[in-house]
């Protein structure tokens, strides 16, 4: 009982040294997160994936979700375009701007029915702020729960382009 209580005793007095020297989470190290003002967003989506030693294609839905992690600050979506596996553009999601408030979320559906973007399909997403702010969250989400068998994944967006302020 005795080592039980030094343990937690030197643990506390560890802890607040930490703490003392700023080596535990501050409100300030939110400020060392990057902001932007602008980015070109490279998206993954597959609207099939093969199976098997026949390559039997295994057709999904896939969701795009654009999430504004800015706390105080909207962001203007300005394009999202979808492509196929050869790079061809295939379709305009949106047919003006569309604003996304703080914390808010957009997502938009390519159903397990189309086929034309194949297994290298691919969004292109283009938004821009009128201030610097957090970077947006934007990745794919496929599923399909057809027969016995169900799958889902996700895919991350990468930066092609970025103004910073």
Request: net charge positive; with cysteine.
């Amino acid at each position: 009982m005795l080592k039980r209580l030094n343990l937690i005793g030197l643990t506390t007095v560890f802890c607040l040294q930490l703490a003392a020297i700023g080596g535990g989470p501050t409100p300030s190290a939110f400020a060392d997160m990057p902001l932007f003002k602008s980015q070109t967003v490279y998206v993954p989506v597959y609207s099939h994936i093969y199976s098997g030693d026949r390559e039997q294609p295994f057709y999904l839905a896939a969701t795009l979700s654009i999430r504004n992690t800015d706390r105080r600050h909207a962001i203007t979506i300005m394009a999202v375009d979808y492509y196929d596996s050869e790079g061809k553009f295939l379709k305009h999601y949106l047919a003006s701007p569309q604003p996304l408030g703080a914390m808010a979320t957009l997502r938009f559906v390519v159903p397990e029915s189309d086929k034309s973007g194949g297994s290298g399909a691919k969004f292109i997403v283009a938004w821009q702020a009128g201030q610097p702010v957090a970077e947006p969250l934007i990745e794919s989400v496929m599923i399909s729960t057809k027969t016995q068998q169900g799958i889902s994944f996700t895919s991350r967006g990468r930066v092609l382009e970025a103004v910073s302020p």
